[in-house]
């Protein structure tokens, strides 16, 4: 086979190779990254990936093959509820399975999805190229194993993992998953950032429910500060996936009307412009910012103030000022936010 028609069948098929108008099957050459890919890849091909059993639906049978999977063309739309009370149609799903190639032998090997792409542990550690031909690498590895318990409700031995993700520069991503006990071994989720080079500081499961506690920046703070604002996020299996437990959201309407109504709205005689932000959000914690601009008086151009936004009696209320800067008219001082005093 020529060069060209292996290039050809790397960028364009990764499974087929185009030579004098028919399509021969160049079973000989590596798949690259599609078999190390299976989620993504499935659904670039039209077909429904399903995490919790490692299965592709709707795909077919020539892509199958090319990823490493198990055709089979006619499976049980009900094949996954054998107790289903109702009668069961007799449709045939065509999937790809992945039964035994993505669980490992315990938490530390096994496979986890980060950001959409697989990510195969082994002895608790991964590394790829960040692109391919790259000497740059991602490395991926388990920061904390937490202690084994029921996650899902089924009475196996699964166990939170917080993963540490480097993508080669300077930021340390930081992910809460799970290893969920198969007949086979575990099997990884999905897993949910927490945040960039935060400071974790423990991992808990509580009657089913993961708590990962760490300590954050705000969100007005650069990464040179020190984490120093505790969190807690908290995380529950459902169905074989992960998430977030809900908290309440403060929305940018609902915030706007607890700024006016408790630090006033700009006026003819006070302001031009209110601009009022919502930030972070991160396990349920809101912050509001408030912009005064185009100030009427004096020599600042500009107020700036900080509150955290607390639910209370099924509403939001304003905590206190966290923090207050300004920015002062040209010619008056500095032009970006900050205490220093204008003149």
């Known amino acids: ?18 030579t004098a108008g028919a399509l021969v099957l160049c079973a000989g050459l ?4 599609v078999a190390q890919q299976p989620p993504q890849s499935c659904v670039r091909h039209n077909g429904t990936w399903l995490e919790q059993y490692q299965e592709c639906e709707y795909a077919s049978k020539e892509w199958c093959g090319s990823v490493g999977g198990q055709f089979d063309e006619c499976a049980s739309a009900c094949r996954h509820d054998p107790n289903l009370a109702r009668p069961c149609t007799m449709q045939c799903v065509p999937v790809c399975k992945f039964p035994v190639a993505l669980i490992g032998k315990d938490p530390e090997d096994s496979t986890y999805v980060i950001e959409g792409r697989t990510v195969r542990l082994k002895d608790s550690y991964a590394e790829e190229p960040v692109a391919p031909d790259s000497a740059t690498m991602t490395t991926t590895r388990i920061f904390k194993l937490g202690a084994k318990g029921d996650l899902n409700g089924d009475g196996g031995n699964g166990a939170p993992v917080l993963l540490v993700q480097n993508p080669g520069g300077s930021g340390s991503f930081f992910y809460v998953a799970a290893a969920l006990r198969t007949g086979d ?23 089913r429910t993961i708590i ?7 969100p007005w703070e650069g990464f040179t500060v020190r984490p120093s604002v505790s969190r807690s996020r908290y995380f529950l299996v459902e169905n074989g996936q992960l998430r977030e437990k809900p908290f309440g959201v403060l929305s940018p309407e609902a915030a706007r009307k607890l700024v006016i109504s408790t630090w ?10 209110l601009i009022v932000n919502v930030l972070d959000g991160k396990g349920g914690v809101w912050y509001v910012e408030a912009i005064y601009d185009g100030m009427i008086d004096g020599s600042v151009r500009a107020e700036k103030k900080i509150a955290e936004g607390l639910p209370k009696d ?18 008056r001082g500095h032009e970006d936010f900050s205490s220093a005093t204008c003149r």
């Not at 060069?3 to 499974?15: I, P, V």
């Not at 590596?30 to 990254?33: I, S």
């Not at 006033?264 to 412009?273: L, N, Y």
């Not at 099924?314 to 010619?331: A, F, T, Y």
């Open 185 to 207: 071994g575990y099997r990884g989720t999905h897993a949910i950032l927490i945040g960039d080079r935060i400071a974790p500081q423990a991992l808990e499961m509580h009657q």
């Open 30 to 33: 590596p798949t690259l990254g």
């Open 314 to 331: 099924g509403d939001w209320k304003l905590g206190n000022v966290m923090l207050q800067q300004h920015s002062c008219r040209p010619g």
């Open 212 to 218: 990962v506690s760490y300590a954050d920046r705000y």
């Open 1 to 18: 086979m020529s060069g060209s028609c292996r290039s050809f069948f790397h960028t364009l098929f990764r499974a087929m190779c185009v």
């Open 264 to 273: 006033g709205d700009c006026g003819p005689a006070s302001c031009r412009e």
